[in-house]
């Protein structure tokens, strides 16, 4: 994958390469009282898409009562931010981890040829990483949004998007 980045990042280079992953669930609001433990909070989900080639990172944000976190939602995620004209090049390269049932399913692989049956892309190259070596760029992205999560109270999900 670093090899991946680094060529995409050359000038003159008609590759984009990207990441993408689903964040740990955020909860809303935060709970920080034993007597409120108990109570019901609202999961929040959050797709990070990272282009390595711009160092630029889209995160995509949900809560549970607009949908799940299946290959279904990942699917349309990616299809939005995909086809909203991000990027020039013509040949996408694309990393994710080997969960089967948000990223290694047939939804996530239908958006992709649909990408290129619709000419967004002239190729895309899907490519897993290896099972305990799974560092992505929007790994880095995440860690941001923790860090800034343990100084705030959240109250509700547009906090974590600011």
């Known amino acids: ?8 990042q050359l000038p003159g ?3 984009c390469c990207i990441s993408f992953d689903l964040q740990q669930v ?22 990070g898409i990272h282009l390595s080639d711009t160092n630029r990172a889209f995160m995509c944000m949900w809560h549970e009562g607009v949908s799940g ?3 279904n939602e990942i699917a349309s995620t990616i299809l939005k931010v995909l086809n909203s004209g991000i990027t020039e090049e013509k040949h996408l390269l694309v990393w994710s981890d ?6 290694k ?3 996530v692989i239908y958006v992709l040829v649909f ?21 992505m760029c929007c790994d880095r992205d995440f860690a941001l949004i923790e860090k800034r999560k343990r100084v705030m109270k959240a109250i509700i999900p547009n906090i974590y998007t600011k």
Do not use: W
């Open 69 to 71: 976190r299946g290959g």
């Open 1 to 8: 994958m670093r090899k991946e980045t680094t060529d995409s």
């Open 26 to 47: 955020l909860f809303v609001p935060k709970l920080t009282h034993s007597d409120m433990f108990y109570l019901s909070q609202l999961s929040c989900y959050n797709l």
């Open 13 to 15: 280079s008609d590759i």
């Open 98 to 103: 080997n969960c089967a049932g948000q990223n």
């Open 115 to 135: 990408l290129v049956l619709h000419q967004v892309f002239d190729t895309i190259e899907y490519n897993f990483l290896i099972s305990g070596h799974s560092f």
């Open 105 to 107: 399913n047939r939804m």
